[in-house]
């Protein structure tokens, strides 16, 4: 028979589920800061992750659409800054991608070509893993691309609870911004879904055992970006 705090514990750890986990909300240019959802696609699960690697979810989260999301300016070259509500604490890697709209980032549902531009995988020192688990991921919009409104979306793959036994979560958040510049450059990339296989060694990863060497999931960042 379970005892008072047998059950507290276990409606404790069912709560702690089904709702805490992190969501990417908010976005900076440089040093301004926006407010929360103005130019990042308001999702509608919370901050629940997406574990369905066939779903259109995991273009922008659930419920993610351009409708009500701004677009805010930018210059090719600008750094920007994704916060998150709390900080990461899943392990397992983040990644930025870019996806130029055929018209404007609030009418691009993401079905189109998707470039990675940035990796942060763990790094390993003496048989342990370290991963950059922040509040806030910072990069910059390369400065050779091509002038237009795009996504800007980024992603942390939580690999905490390994595959098969546990289900790898998906942490996605879509800002919409226009891109002005000089640049040129336009880059192929990846459907998604579609880019990310069960069998993908990054997916299927186990940190807990004999965990030496990693490869992020996902095409590698592109190339000869300045
Ligand atoms: C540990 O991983 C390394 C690199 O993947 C591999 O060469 C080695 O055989 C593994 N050791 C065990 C005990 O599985
Ligand atoms: C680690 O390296 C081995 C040997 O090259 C490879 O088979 C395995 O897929 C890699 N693991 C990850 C998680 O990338």
Not at 7 to 21: K, V, W
Not at 122 to 146: E, M
Request: proline share 6%.
């Amino acid at each position: 028979m379970k005892n008072a705090l047998q059950i507290i514990a276990a409606a404790a750890l069912a709560f702690n589920s089904a709702s805490a986990h992190y969501i990417f909300q908010q976005l900076s240019i440089a040093s301004t800061k926006y407010d929360v959802y103005q130019y990042i696609r308001k999702n509608s699960n919370y901050n629940s992750p997406v574990t369905d690697l066939a779903s259109t979810d995991l273009r922008c989260n659930v419920g993610a659409s351009g409708t009500g999301t701004d677009t805010v300016a930018v210059k090719a070259g600008d750094s920007f800054t994704f916060t998150l509500d709390t900080a990461v604490y899943h392990q397992g890697p983040t990644s930025i991608y870019m996806s130029k709209a055929p018209s404007t980032a609030a009418a691009y549902d993401g079905s189109g070509q998707w470039f990675k531009i940035k990796d942060i995988g763990p790094t390993f020192n003496g048989g342990s893993a370290t991963w950059d688990l922040s509040q806030t991921y910072t990069y910059q919009i390369p400065s050779c691309i091509a002038p237009g409104e795009y996504l800007l979306r980024i992603q942390q793959l939580a690999i905490h609870n390994p595959w098969p036994a546990g289900i790898p979560q998906f942490y996605i958040s879509c800002a919409q911004i226009k891109v002005s510049g000089s640049g040129s450059k336009t880059f192929s990339g990846v459907s998604i879904p579609g880019a990310f296989k069960s069998t993908d060694p990054g997916y299927t990863a186990n940190i807990y055992n004999n965990f030496s060497n990693y490869t992020v999931p996902g095409p590698s960042p592109v190339s000869g970006i300045q």
